[in-house]
T-cell receptor, first 111, second 112 residues
C-alpha cells in the first residue's frame, strides 16, 4: 500500500517549457488535491477534484491545468512555465474530513 | 488567499520541555487537522479534530478544537530531538467538499 505517489521528484525547466506532474493514490479516495509550498509559507491549494470527473479551482490556479484521469490519478500541467512557479508541489487525497494524506512532493525549478 | 494565523512562527526549546502552539481564524471550521513536516518530505497527519471542545491525544501530542470553532491548539509534552520540524494546522469549513486552508506553520527546534 504505497499511499500517494508523485513523479518526478525533481525537475528543472526553462521559462516557457511545459510539463505534467503525475499523482496517483491507492487508497480508493474520492477527493484529490494539488498544493504548492513556497519557502516559509504554508500550503496553498491550486486545484482540487472532489470526485472522479470533477475539478475545481483553488486559491492559486493561474498558469496551471489539471486532469482527473480516473479515481486513482490526478495530474497537474504547466503549459508555459514561469520562474514564479518555482516551488514544491504536493498532491494529496482524501475520503472525508480528517483523512487528507500527502505525497512526498515534486521540487520544481524554473530558470 | 486566505490562510490561518499560526503562532509562534518558530521556537527553540530544550529537550524535555513542553511545547504549545495555536492556530486562529476569522472563519468557523468544521474540522481541524494538525500535520508535521520533516525537511524534504510531505506533511504527515498527526491529529484530526471534528467538533468544538474536542480534546484528542496521539502519544505525547494533544490537540484541542476551540469552543468558538475558530481556533485550535497543539501541545507536545516532554519534547525530544525528533520533534524537530514544521507543524501545520489546517481547517476545513463546510463547502460541500473537503477543501482545506493551511496555516503558515510553526518551526520547532529542540536543543538537546
Amino acid at each position: 500500500n504505497a499511499g500517494v505517489t508523485q513523479t518526478p521528484k525533481f525537475q528543472v525547466l526553462k521559462t516557457g517549457q511545459s510539463m505534467t506532474l503525475q499523482c496517483a493514490q491507492d487508497m480508493n479516495h474520492n477527493s484529490m488535491y494539488w498544493y504548492r509550498q513556497d519557502p516559509g509559507m504554508g500550503l496553498r491549494l491550486i486545484y482540487y477534484s472532489a470526485s472522479e470527473g470533477t475539478t475545481d479551482k483553488g486559491e492559486v490556479p493561474n498558469g496551471y491545468n489539471v486532469s482527473r484521469l480516473n479515481k486513482r490519478e490526478f495530474s497537474l500541467r504547466l503549459e508555459s512555465a514561469a520562474p514564479s512557479q518555482t516551488s514544491v508541489y504536493f498532491c494529496a487525497s482524501s475520503d472525508g474530513p480528517g483523512t487528507q494524506y500527502f505525497g512526498p512532493g515534486t521540487r520544481l525549478t524554473v530558470l | 488567499g486566505q490562510q490561518l494565523n499560526q503562532s509562534p512562527q518558530s521556537m527553540f526549546i530544550q529537550e524535555g520541555e513542553d511545547v504549545s502552539m495555536n492556530c486562529t481564524s476569522s472563519s468557523i471550521f468544521n474540522t481541524w487537522l494538525w500535520y508535521k513536516q520533516d525537511p524534504g518530505e510531505g506533511p504527515v497527519l498527526l491529529i484530526a479534530l471534528y467538533k468544538a471542545g474536542e480534546l484528542t491525544s496521539n502519544g505525547r501530542l494533544t490537540a484541542q478544537f476551540g469552543i468558538t470553532r475558530k481556533d485550535s491548539f497543539l501541545n507536545i509534552s516532554a519534547s525530544i530531538p525528533s520533534d524537530v520540524g514544521i507543524y501545520f494546522c489546517a481547517g476545513q469549513g463546510y463547502s460541500g467538499t473537503y477543501k482545506y486552508i493551511f496555516g503558515t506553520g510553526t518551526r520547532l527546534k529542540v536543543l538537546a
